[in-house]
């Protein structure tokens, strides 16, 4: 199968829209350039086109399989993610010293868009372990680093994150997994762990576990919870492999898409010999999970454009092949154009909104000033939330459409797209549910501080659609999109004056709050790319390049005329005070 | 995997709210009564339960598979159909002349989402069949409906429509598939057929196809249409079996879901030996088929409730087990509510929108008054296509959103709602995209007529609104209701001056146009069944009952303030005017 990606987009997206060459600029990107980044880029997506596509309907098919105890995955997984790692593409912003390329988050981030979007099940290899070697050159000790970093970044082991357990999902405070001192530093652990991504498996030789436990009379809840390094085979300090360290594979799931991603569950310490080594300081487990957590589910909301956009460019492909009533080729049809567009606007909105909190990152861990990273920081803060919930269900939206495209044929595993669409639930659902990321927003981001960091996001948002205001073309769009941003601030007034008067409006109004926030980001973002199109459209050197930038111009109007709408909806069941979801009739 | 459905409601649907006890009062129902109607329902739903639902996962992980050119069923579809056969359900609403039990559509309706939530892929063997039986009770002559229909009814013979060729799916009239008249009044068939569902199988001794060709010589499009009966196996007069009939099963599909009904690709006449009969008239194939199409429609559109019916079931059914956050139950989560209520809302409403399509057949086909039976065809006609389209779409939404509850175990296969997602996306696909249903609602339905018919419905669902008006307590939904259809009418109005101005507008507003009329249209029968339950309520016998019937009033209510909005986000994009998917950027 073959992986589609519109990488002109992605470009304009990058460098003309979101001028991450501009990144050099910062002492952290010394030395380092656009023209680095680009090629980076392009070998990236060479190798997710060769090597890592060709996985994704045989990984589907033949799925990750438990034999002897142990998950055999499907032919060619091994040499592809050997490759990758020996390419350097497991670490691209992370620190060279230990193995990284040091380039920024942005340009990580269209890297796993490449790799997503080529097999979403390859995916979890990279995205768990960079996620693990980031959290550990932030928290764990120069030793640790030195030790596990390097041989995860260059596809020796690779790693996992162990947070939910039988009785705890949601919950993550309330784990039962024990950690008991050895009295030499290191630490016997206990307990069983479920939903483990890529727990066990024949690609390295080493599996290293990132595991949240708590060590026995410490506190109950998130605060007694601390971070273990726990290898499935012990590591001497030269790294060379001792021991089994008594982690075993009890089952792995059977899902209904991502197959060859091994999700196992795990028994940990069954014979009393499995050894964990603490990162960091004890019970600070949860505030060190919450950075992989957080690029987890940016990673996870990305999943929706990564395999949304395939799934549109096969469907757009095959709307301009496919005829149906004479010689009149489906395209032409104004309701496969509109289905078209609608996955189109998507695709490039959930794009930039994932870029675009990248690049919050960026200036976030690397801006020279404080203030600076604070104020990127609390815009990451806000934008993580968004990014997986509404990432994943409008990617899934798209991905419907993209069958819808297809007629019946949409339904065949012939044909890519309903593939995509299944490999694509999973993101609504893990790394905390779309309803945790509306309940984040809404709580930790928003009514937690009294609303100072989203008032001061709201106005990034306005000012930056003031001088879009100045495009007379545009104007009625970025006019439109103020006025729901209008709108959404009094539905957010409302929304803390209802928690005063009813403890439940808050889980209530959460759902309707985060979506409604993101297609008024996501219109934002598309009208300013607009703009950016639109300068450039006069000296566009090719008439191909001339259509993509009206393109551009295009699908904003799109947005605001046809998706946006929906803010209002979900503003109106805000307003609503409707509470008969909690009448006593279930 | 256990059925689960709410009888309860069904009953207070078919019974309380739309009266369907009374239609003994037509003369073709005389001698007939509602308690009869219960239990012929009573004794599906334990048919369904006890002998169709142990088929649904067996037939998801098997799948029909093909073994020497034929197709092979999984264990205990043969015996289960032939016992539903032989309970006489697979002509609950046809002639007791041919073997039918006839009785209204509306209590077949019933028994079918029993049949279709209980296994979605052994459904087709039953609707197709009786659909097939309808048409020909209505169109055929007296000595096919004694050779046909009696022995489709009785199970010893399966049915299928064959429509649909590689090059024209949904163009109909592009068909290529020909007919030769042998001089003996049969016809030797030559042609190719896809997406044949239920084209080749083991489950019983023959298969009638009822198979759409062109006369040689006669007109292009769907005016030289003809339908012919052509079996698998030939047919002597007295009902046995004699020679093949040249009918090759080429493949079978590999799809997403349904894997257990064959969707076959199938070769008439290869070896010019495939013999047809004619049915009725020469070119007048189109007209027949339409009666098993719009019947189709029907019963794909049920096919969302059917299945999102039990995934909110199980839905349910977890949420109030699961536990998360030390010892709160998930379904006391108001974002979970928020979940449940909307798959209750959308069930509920889609169940008795279904119901309500059904109950106009009944007066269509069987009042004594031809103005009455004029009209109700018109309300029929235009409710076939939001039953398809908004039926399958949004009992589609309720099922992901039964996933969405389970949390990450909803991606599991252990659990039955991603299977009930994967059988109901060919839902929105086969017969007639919902492309096409919104095109033939917007097209055919209305501006054809010039809003005629319309406007008739718009005005029976007004004074229907109007006898909630004196219900206070109901009085400020039923004038919400009312004032979208309000905004719908004036939508109407729009579409058809823009229809005049520009072409293309009339695909761009079809599907916008078809799902605001669909909620308006489900919010209106909630919110007059919520009307019935208040009447009902201070008798209740029970406490139980009370909550039961309380949950129809809260469920209007959550309608109403929670989904009927969307309704304006689609009057919204139809009003817009905005053009931009047109644009030549893709």
């Not at 260059?154 to 993550?172: D, H, I, K, Y």
């Not at 990162?279 to 919450?290: D, I």
């Not at 905390?432 to 309940?439: P, V």
């Not at 439940?504 to 959460?510: Q, V």
């Amino acid at each position: 199968m073959e992986y589609k990606v519109d990488f002109e987009d992605i470009q304009f997206t990058l460098f003309d829209f979101l001028k991450i060459g501009e990144l050099k600029n910062l002492p952290y990107f010394e030395g380092q350039s656009q023209e680095m980044y680009l090629s980076v880029l392009e070998e990236a997506l060479k190798f997710a086109k060769k090597e890592i596509a060709p996985l994704n309907e045989k990984g589907d098919r033949i799925g990750a399989q438990v034999k002897d105890g142990k998950v055999v995955m499907p032919e060619g997984f091994k040499e592809v993610l050997a490759n990758f790692a020996a390419n350097g593409f497991m670490g691209v912003d992370l620190d060279p010293a230990y193995g990284g390329m040091g380039l920024p988050a942005s340009i990580n981030i269209a890297v796993s868009e490449f790799v997503m979007g080529a097999c979403a099940s390859f995916a979890f290899f990279h995205l768990l372990t960079r996620g693990d070697c980031a959290l550990l050159q932030a928290f764990a000790s120069e030793e640790q680093k030195k030790l596990y970093i390097p041989n995860m970044l260059n596809g020796r082991w690779n790693g996992t994150m162990c947070l939910t357990e039988p009785q705890a999902g949601s919950a993550v405070g309330d784990l039962t997994t024990v950690a008991k001192p050895n009295g030499d530093g290191t630490y016997q652990i206990h307990g069983t762990k479920i939903f483990i991504t890529c727990g066990n498996h024949d690609l390295t030789e080493n599996v290293i576990h990132l595991v949240l436990a708590r060590v026995e009379g410490d506190a109950p809840g998130t605060k007694g919870i601390s971070l273990f390094i726990v290898p499935e085979k012990r590591v001497s300090p030269d790294g060379s492999l001792g021991e089994d360290n008594d982690v075993k594979l009890v089952s792995i799931e059977h899902k209904m898409g991502i197959k060859a991603s091994p999700t196992c569950l795990l028994q940990f310490g069954d014979n009393g010999k499995c050894q964990g080594y603490l990162v960091g300081e004890q019970s600070r487990g949860m505030v060190y999970m919450f950075q992989l957590m957080n690029e987890a589910r940016v990673a996870v909301g990305q999943q929706g454009v990564a395999l949304a956009g395939p799934a549109y460019e096969y469907a757009l492909g095959y709307a301009k092949e496919r005829t149906q009533g004479g010689k009149t080729l489906i395209v032409n049809y104004p309701d496969v154009r509109r289905m078209l567009m609608t996955q189109k606007a998507y695709v490039e909105a959930l794009r930039a909104l994932v870029f675009e909190g990248a690049s919050c990152v960026d200036y976030a861990w690397h801006h020279s000033e404080e203030a600076v990273r604070e104020e990127y920081e609390a815009y990451a803060g806000i934008l993580t939330p968004v990014v997986k919930a509404f990432g994943s269900d409008m990617g899934f939206r798209s991905t419907e459409l993209a069958i819808q495209t297809y007629g019946g044929y949409g339904f065949i595993q012939d044909y890519p797209v309903e593939q995509y669409m299944r490999d694509l639930k999973i993101a609504s659902l893990y790394e905390g549910t779309n309803g945790i990321q509306a309940m984040d927003l809404i709580g930790r981001k928003f009514l937690r501080d009294g609303g100072k960091n989203l008032t001061l996001y709201g106005k990034r948002l306005s000012t930056q659609l003031q001088e879009v205001l100045e495009e007379d073309s545009l104007k009625p769009l970025a006019q439109k999109i103020l006025n729901h941003l209008q709108s959404f601030q009094k539905a957010a007034e409302a929304v803390a004056a209802q928690a005063m008067e009813n403890q439940h409006s808050i889980g209530l109004n959460a759902t309707p709050f985060l979506r409604a926030l993101g297609d008024i980001v996501c219109a934002q973002l598309l009208v300013r790319r607009a703009k950016v199109a639109l300068e450039q459209i006069d000296s566009a050197p090719t008439e191909e390049r001339k259509k993509f930038l009206q393109s551009k111009i295009e699908v904003a109007r799109f947005y605001v005329e046809q998706l946006l709408p929906e803010a209002d909806l979900n503003i109106a069941r805000i307003l609503s005070k409707d509470t008969s979801a909690m009448a006593d009739v279930l």
